[in-house]
């Protein structure tokens, strides 16, 4: 089965230190997501990419935020500099849009100490 | 904003109980898919349905397509612990992202 891979699974990093999240899509999906899921928000779409081009990147905070697609096998989010409030699970999904539903990968926890 | 209400948030069960989940919207929505997220793990998707009123099963568990697309229903028959995760609805509309819901965690007691 095709899996969408992140690494890495777990994370725990100091207030102001920066912290970089990797995905491995699906090849052939055209789209690309970045979700961060916590228990009181559930899961916010941070931002998203279609062919690579970045479409909405509204959800994240861009003055620490920052999300890139450099090739089609590699997406990344990157926190500088962390703060305690980002300690969540970040979870990167690919699919072929129109919908026919994301495979999410099985998640970053970040922990920022 | 599309919003999707999920109820209940929490349901405990005991072992061979039936249940029914309810995602609830204002807006309507092209499909709407359902997601089960188990601990450590990212949510799998469970089925997409596309038209009003459109039912589908997957083995004990059936989901429901509401006539104006605007809600949608889960209901599992004779819960077992393998059941127990988080259910998440998630709505379309075009070709923008999914919205979710915050879900439904279940725990099916043996």
């Known amino acids: 089965d095709a899996r969408v891979t992140q690494t890495p699974r777990h994370k725990v990093t100091e207030m102001g230190q920066e912290v970089t999240m990797r995905c491995q899509p699906i090849?052939?999906?055209?789209?690309v997501f970045w979700y961060r899921q916590t228990m009181m928000q559930g899961l916010e779409l941070l931002a998203y990419?279609?062919?690579?081009?970045?479409?909405?990147d509204s959800g994240m905070p861009k003055d620490r935020f920052s999300a890139e697609m450099p090739d089609a096998t590699l997406a990344t989010l990157k926190i500088q500099p962390s703060e305690p409030r980002d300690s969540a699970v970040y979870f990167c999904?690919?699919?072929?849009?129109?919908?026919?539903?994301?495979?999410f990968g099985s998640g970053t926890r970040l922990t920022v100490v | 904003t599309q919003l999707l209400e999920q109820s209940p948030q929490f349901l405990s069960i005991q072992e061979g109980e039936n249940l029914t989940v309810y995602c609830n919207s204002s807006?309507?929505?092209?499909?709407l898919q359902w997601y089960r997220q188990e601990p450590g793990e990212g949510p799998v998707l469970l089925v997409t349905?596309?038209?009003?009123?459109e039912v589908k099963k997957l083995k004990r568990l059936t989901f429901q397509f509401g006539d104006a697309r605007k809600d949608s229903s889960l209901h599992i028959t004779a819960a077992q612990p393998g059941d127990t995760g988080l259910y998440l609805c998630?709505?379309?509309?075009?070709?923008?992202?999914?919205?979710f819901g915050k879900g439904t965690r279940l725990s099916v007691i043996a």
């Open positions: 349905v596309v038209t009003g009123g």
């Open positions: 999904a690919s699919g072929l849009v129109p919908v026919h539903g994301y495979t």
């Open positions: 807006s309507v929505f092209s499909s």
């Open positions: 090849l052939g999906h055209n789209t």
């Open positions: 990419f279609r062919n690579r081009a970045p479409l909405d």
């Open positions: 998630a709505g379309a509309s075009g070709n923008t992202p999914l919205v």
